[in-house]
């Protein structure tokens, strides 16, 4: 089936340098995408989505990309914090109602 | 804000129990949704609920079923636990399209 991943399970980046998660996708019928947050004992927490009419969203701090020529979806995160140490997950919409994962990209941060 | 809750952060039980994991939103969802998350597997929908007494099978359903007596709970039934379903699991509601709202998971685990 078809599904979505990504290209790296772990990042280690520095205390106020941008983090770039990418995620490659297969289903091109999705109509969004959307990244999830997970710290350490809890539940993912939404951060932002982008429909497939789109290529470029942005938030606070956060910006997704979505590249649909080569099926590639990336959350950057700009002036990376401590409190952003969690793991990332990408996210497409399968139907109405389900949402298929990605694995997770660990993000690390370094002081 | 939104709140799902689980009933238990940390369950231990012996394989052949009957187990039953609970899970309740506050914001009057109509799809709730039942996820195991596993290491390097990311999360895995086992079942999902559009409505009261409404079920349908996610990917991975064999060996779990589910309840939906009342809008706001969704219970998770393990009817003979075995050891391979030691994992984390974790319940998500859905208000509006594609966002999903988390708990913050049960460990369980099956000896």
């Known amino acids: 089936g078809e599904s979505v991943g990504l290209h790296l399970p772990t990042l280690s980046v520095q205390e106020g340098d941008n983090s770039i998660i990418n995620c490659a996708y297969s289903?091109?019928?999705?109509?969004?995408f959307i990244w999830y947050k997970q710290e350490s004992g809890k539940g993912p927490q939404f951060i932002i989505d982008?429909?497939?009419?789109?290529d470029k969203r942005q938030g606070q701090r956060v910006t997704v990309l979505l590249n649909k020529t080569v099926k590639h979806l990336s959350l950057q995160i700009a002036a990376t914090q401590p409190g952003d140490s969690a793991v990332y997950f990408c996210?497409?919409?399968?139907?109405?109602?389900?949402?298929?994962f990605g694995q997770g990209t660990r993000l690390t941060i370094n002081p | 804000d939104v709140k799902v809750t689980q009933s238990s952060r940390y369950l231990v039980k012996r394989t052949g129990e009957k187990v039953f994991l609970e899970c309740v939103q506050d914001?009057?969802?109509?799809?709730m949704f039942w996820y195991r998350q596993d290491p390097g597997l990311g999360l895995r929908l086992i079942y999902f609920?559009?409505?009261?007494?409404?079920?349908e099978k996610g990917d991975i359903p064999e060996g779990y079923s589910v309840s939906r007596e009342k809008k706001e709970r969704f219970s998770l039934i393990l009817e003979s636990a075995s050891t391979n379903q030691t994992s984390m699991y974790l319940c998500?509601?859905?208000?509006?399209?594609?966002?999903?709202?988390f708990g913050p998971g049960t460990r369980l685990t099956v000896t």
């Open positions: 996210a497409e919409n399968e139907g109405a109602q389900k949402l298929v």
């Open positions: 289903n091109s019928a999705s109509d969004y």
């Open positions: 982008i429909r497939s009419n789109m």
């Open positions: 914001m009057d969802h109509e799809n």
């Open positions: 609920s559009y409505d009261v007494k409404m079920k």
């Open positions: 998500a509601s859905m208000g509006r399209p594609h966002e999903q709202y």
